[in-house]
């Protein structure tokens, strides 16, 4: 029962579960999303806030990453590449945006606490499944970013899941509403069918002349088409193909270390544990004193011998984020606790708990468990990495200098791509011929390339196309070196096609007007079984059918879960087209409620579960809506 009750809420559930609220932790919940900087231009504006091409460029890779990497997923790539496509991102980052601004107007913010532990569990700052603190330093430098920055973008990433969450947390659904979902699902029909198969050709209808092919390719001529197409010659530049030769020897390698020696520093860590006492945000002088009494009492219990710091936090500790992990915060540098904090932490030594210690929170009981001293990669332990890095900046570097070079000439002589390259020395490569929905494979694949390659610019005026963007450090430009006119087939090359296309039509006909004839004869009274023997059939009988019933023809299944209840002691007939000219005469003698009491509770509070959620992803959605209706949004399709 759990298995059917699993593909019976299969299709709605996905919905329910991949709305709006999961679509935008899929967008912006991803490291990438946290390096993105702003740059001159935009392409939408919210309430006077920009949304830069680099915004909207980490929320699209997110998002094409995110469907790509679904289990089973068959999507296109090109796919992304349409309009609709990245208008449906764009709209998904200005929906961020909104909320964000929201959070700002009703006073929403993330406490630091809850950041830490949101570093801690990423995936590529662990090791061995631990949050690794020289792990996450290493790759801030390497993206040059400070701590201080980093945690200002995980900030802003869990506000625009805030009021999400809490409008999708607070939804409901009744005991009530999932019987009634469950009675309809649960629905189960009785019906007879008779299925009505397409005769053979006769004679006459597999006599066609010569002048009837004639008329009929005539009649149908853009049916039977040689599609237009091109080919086209290309230069492609790709930084990861470049044959760049950096200066690798010592001399420059450790110049560029010396230059570059902050990124190969660990500063000092220590590993904390805390438990807070916490304050009002302007506490009087007798809630100071109130507080720090208890703080003494809770330091006394944890210097006491034998204590345990962690039950301890788990008992008294107001921070919620670190209580029931013990208070544990993991490991610190300098910068992600206050001042005070900090402070206090200079003066400890390893397995020192600390007095009470005041900050903006309130008073901090702080348990040392470790520290690591700051460290300095030498140059021998990163020469390896400074030689990858050489390579690929060297690599950028002649890229960056080529394509500048290839893109100057090509609009100084859009005429063609052979002076460019000779001079150059690049190689001029020639597609096959492909078609206005492009290639299986190769660089016409690509739908950037099969755009220019039918545009005005190529196709019609004979010139190169502007250069193509086909990724990071990545481009190509094209010039047409042949175009074929879309042309009618040979009359003779389709004539047998177009045979059997004009006896199926005959066919088809005849077997809809026999199938006409017997519903109307059931429709007057003549009985199925009758119909059936006059047919030759066999009348098939389905009781307590359900909407995913095997064996049965899902059209037929379809149809028959669409007819009106009969009335008492009376049926509901209908005529069903199914597939290869096939049709069904059926009679529905009866519908029966499902029964909710046969689904498990386990999977009865799933469903309630399942549903409370898709309600609150309608409220979402409706709260988001109202925000665009009286917000000020100013949008660029063009610089998508």
Same mark, same amino acid.
């Given at each position: 029962?759990?298995?059917?009750?699993?593909?019976?809420?299969?299709?709605?559930?996905?919905?329910?579960?991949?709305?709006?609220?999961?679509?935008?932790?899929?967008?912006?919940?991803?490291?990438?999303?946290?390096?993105?900087?702003?740059?001159a231009?935009?392409?939408?504006?919210?309430?006077?806030?920009?949304?830069?091409?680099?915004?909207?460029?980490?929320a @699209?890779?997110?998002?094409?990453?995110?469907?790509?990497?679904?289990?089973?997923?068959?999507v296109?790539?090109?796919?992304?590449?349409?309009?609709?496509?990245?208008? #449906?991102?764009?709209?998904?980052?200005?929906?961020?945006?909104?909320?964000?601004?929201?959070?700002?107007?009703?006073?929403?913010?993330?406490?630091?606490?809850?950041?830490?532990?949101?570093i801690?569990?990423?995936?590529? @700052?662990?090791?061995?499944?631990?949050?690794?603190?020289?792990?996450?330093l290493?790759?801030?430098?390497?993206?040059?970013?400070?701590?201080?920055?980093?945690?200002?973008?995980?900030?802003?990433?869990?506000?625009?899941?805030?009021?999400?969450?809490?409008?999708?947390g607070?939804?409901?659904?009744?005991k009530?509403?999932?019987?009634?979902?469950?009675?309809?699902?649960?629905q189960q029909?009785?019906?007879?069918?008779?299925?009505? $198969?397409?005769?053979? $050709?006769?004679?006459a209808?597999?006599?066609? *002349?010569?002048?009837?092919?004639?008329?009929?390719?005539?009649?149908?001529?853009?049916?039977?088409?040689?599609?237009?197409?091109?080919?086209?010659?290309?230069?492609?530049?790709?930084?990861?193909?470049?044959?760049?030769?950096?200066?690798?020897?010592?001399?420059?390698?450790?110049?560029?270390?010396?230059?570059?020696?902050?990124?190969?520093?660990?500063?000092?860590?220590?590993?904390?544990a805390?438990?807070?006492v916490?304050?009002?945000?302007?506490?009087?002088?007798?809630?100071?004193?109130?507080?720090l009494?208890?703080?003494?009492?809770?330091?006394?219990?944890?210097?006491?011998?034998? /204590?345990?710091?962690?039950?301890?936090?788990?008992?008294?500790?107001?921070?919620?984020?670190s209580?029931?992990?013990?208070?544990?915060?993991?490991?610190?540098?300098?910068g992600?606790?206050?001042?005070?904090?900090?402070?206090?932490?200079?003066?400890?030594?390893?397995?020192d708990?600390?007095?009470?210690?005041?900050?903006?929170?309130?008073?901090?009981i702080?348990?040392l468990?470790?520290?690591?001293?700051?460290?300095?990669?030498?140059?021998?332990d990163v020469? !390896?990495?400074?030689?990858?890095?050489?390579?690929?900046?060297?690599?950028? !570097?002649?890229?960056?200098?080529?394509?500048?070079?290839?893109?100057?000439?090509?609009?100084?002589?859009?005429t063609?791509?052979?002076?460019?390259? #000779?001079?150059?020395?690049?190689?001029?490569?020639? *597609?096959?011929?492909?078609?206005?929905?492009?290639?299986?494979?190769?660089?016409?694949?690509?739908?950037?390339?099969?755009?220019?390659?039918?545009? !005005?610019i190529?196709?019609?005026?004979?010139?190169?196309?502007?250069?193509?963007?086909?990724?990071? !450090?990545?481009?190509?430009?094209?010039?047409?070196?042949?175009?074929?006119?879309?042309?009618?087939?040979?009359l003779?090359?389709?004539?047998?096609?177009?045979?059997?296309?004009?006896?199926?039509?005959?066919?088809?006909?005849?077997?809809?007007? /026999?199938?006409?004839?017997? @519903?109307?004869?059931?429709?007057?009274?003549?009985?199925?079984?009758?119909?059936?023997?006059?047919?030759?059939?066999?009348? #098939?009988?389905? *009781?307590?059918?359900?909407?995913?019933?095997?064996?049965?023809?899902?059209?037929?299944?379809?149809?028959?879960?669409t007819?009106a209840h009969?009335?008492?002691?009376?049926t509901?007939?209908?005529?069903?087209?199914?597939?290869?000219?096939?049709?069904?005469?059926?009679a529905?003698t009866?519908?029966?409620?499902?029964?909710?009491?046969?689904?498990?509770?386990?999977?009865?509070?799933?469903?309630r579960?399942?549903?409370?959620?898709?309600?609150?992803?309608?409220?979402?959605?409706?709260?988001?809506a109202?925000?665009?209706?009286?917000?000020?949004?100013?949008?660029?399709?063009?610089?998508?």
């Amino acid at each position: 029962m759990l298995q059917f009750i699993r593909n019976l809420f299969k299709s709605w559930i996905v919905i329910a579960l991949f709305g709006v609220v999961v679509v935008i932790a899929f967008l912006f919940f991803g490291i990438e999303g946290y390096f993105s900087q702003s740059n001159a231009t935009w392409v939408a504006k919210v309430d006077g806030h920009e949304i830069s091409q680099q915004d909207f460029q980490t929320a @699209f890779n997110n998002y094409r990453q995110s469907q790509m990497n679904q289990p089973g997923s068959t999507v296109d790539a090109s796919e992304f590449e349409k309009p609709a496509v990245k208008q #449906k991102v764009l709209d998904l980052v200005i929906n961020r945006q909104l909320l964000l601004n929201e959070n700002d107007k009703l006073g929403v913010r993330v406490p630091d606490a809850a950041i830490r532990a949101e570093i801690a569990s990423f995936p590529v @700052f662990q090791v061995n499944g631990k949050f690794d603190p020289s792990t996450y330093l290493s790759y801030l430098a390497q993206q040059g970013k400070t701590a201080a920055e980093f945690q200002d973008s995980i900030r802003s990433d869990l506000a625009s899941r805030e009021v999400p969450q809490a409008i999708v947390g607070t939804a409901f659904a009744t005991k009530a509403e999932v019987d009634a979902f469950l009675k309809l699902q649960l629905q189960q029909r009785d019906f007879s069918y008779v299925d009505l $198969p397409p005769p053979a $050709p006769t004679a006459a209808q597999s006599d066609v *002349t010569a002048a009837q092919i004639a008329d009929y390719y005539q009649a149908h001529r853009t049916e039977f088409m040689n599609p237009e197409e091109v080919s086209v010659n290309y230069i492609e530049l790709n930084a990861a193909t470049m044959d760049a030769k950096p200066d690798l020897s010592d001399k420059a390698l450790e110049a560029q270390y010396t230059k570059e020696k902050a990124r190969f520093v660990t500063p000092s860590q220590w590993e904390v544990a805390h438990i807070l006492v916490k304050l009002p945000a302007k506490p009087t002088a007798a809630e100071k004193q109130a507080a720090l009494a208890k703080a003494e009492k809770i330091d006394a219990l944890a210097k006491a011998p034998g /204590a345990d710091f962690a039950k301890l936090a788990e008992q008294y500790s107001d921070d919620l984020g670190s209580k029931r992990q013990g208070g544990d915060l993991g490991w610190l540098q300098k910068g992600d606790a206050g001042p005070e904090f900090q402070a206090a932490l200079d003066k400890m030594q390893k397995g020192d708990i600390s007095a009470p210690v005041l900050t903006g929170d309130g008073y901090h009981i702080i348990d040392l468990r470790d520290l690591r001293a700051g460290h300095t990669q030498s140059f021998a332990d990163v020469r !390896d990495q400074l030689v990858a890095e050489a390579k690929k900046d060297a690599s950028k !570097d002649a890229y960056r200098d080529v394509g500048g070079k290839l893109t100057d000439m090509i609009y100084n002589d859009p005429t063609s791509l052979k002076p460019a390259a #000779k001079k150059l020395g690049l190689t001029v490569q020639t *597609t096959p011929l492909f078609g206005r929905t492009g290639a299986k494979a190769g660089i016409a694949a690509n739908p950037k390339v099969v755009k220019a390659a039918f545009s !005005d610019i190529v196709l019609v005026q004979g010139n190169t196309s502007d250069p193509i963007d086909l990724g990071p !450090d990545h481009m190509v430009v094209i010039h047409l070196n042949k175009h074929v006119a879309a042309a009618p087939k040979p009359l003779a090359s389709v004539s047998d096609q177009i045979r059997q296309d004009i006896i199926q039509q005959r066919v088809d006909a005849t077997a809809k007007a /026999a199938a006409g004839a017997a @519903f109307a004869k059931l429709e007057a009274g003549t009985q199925l079984d009758a119909l059936a023997q006059a047919a030759g059939q066999p009348v #098939k009988q389905e *009781t307590g059918a359900l909407r995913n019933a095997q064996g049965v023809d899902p059209a037929l299944l379809k149809a028959v879960f669409t007819l009106a209840h009969p009335a008492p002691g009376a049926t509901t007939r209908a005529l069903v087209p199914l597939q290869g000219g096939h049709f069904a005469l059926v009679a529905l003698t009866a519908v029966k409620p499902g029964d909710p009491a046969t689904v498990p509770a386990e999977a009865h509070s799933f469903l309630r579960e399942q549903m409370a959620r898709a309600f609150g992803d309608a409220d979402l959605q409706a709260f988001i809506a109202a925000l665009r209706k009286h917000a000020k949004i100013e949008t660029e399709p063009q610089r998508l």
